[in-house]
């Protein structure tokens, strides 16, 4: 069993930016591809980012290209997403995911659907004011 917490959300003004973590509570996360999902109210849980055990390798939704950033360091047990320039359709509550589909790859990722996560985490509200 693999837990996970995230941390970080708040409230910002549009074109700030905040870093979500996301701590896990095994040391077998490294082997684990991690994502970052959200979930607007009413809405579906939606992909954002995913990235490699080695952090070699990373995806992300045409929606945040280029404005999010994710990152993991193993050692830490911790994967990031760095977001900037946060715009007005950004606040939902942002989940970190572990996935065992290409555990142990550089270069294979998981899809961007939720079935190919295995573990989340409780979330955490990210609100963005104009």
């Known amino acids: 069993q693999v837990q996970l917490v995230e941390s970080g959300g708040g409230l910002v003004q549009a074109g700030a930016s905040l870093r979500l973590s996301c701590v896990a509570s095994?040391?077998?996360?490294?082997?684990?591809?991690m994502g970052w999902f959200r979930q607007a109210p009413g809405k579906e849980r939606d992909f954002l980012a995913v990235?490699?055990?080695?952090?070699?390798?990373?995806r992300y939704a045409d929606s945040v290209k280029g404005r999010f950033t994710i990152s993991r360091d193993n050692a830490k047990n911790t994967v990031y997403l760095q977001m900037n320039s946060l715009k007005p359709e950004d606040p939902a509550v942002y989940y970190c995911?572990?996935?065992?589909?290409?555990?142990?790859?550089?270069?294979?990722?998981?899809?961007?659907?939720?079935?190919?996560?295995?573990?989340w985490g409780q979330g955490t509200q990210v609100t963005v004011f104009s």
């Open positions: 995911a572990a996935s065992s589909t290409w555990a142990g790859s550089t270069w294979n990722l998981p899809g961007e659907g939720t079935n190919e996560y295995d573990y």
């Open positions: 095994r040391r077998t996360f490294s082997n684990y591809a």
């Open positions: 990235i490699t055990w080695s952090g070699s390798r990373t």
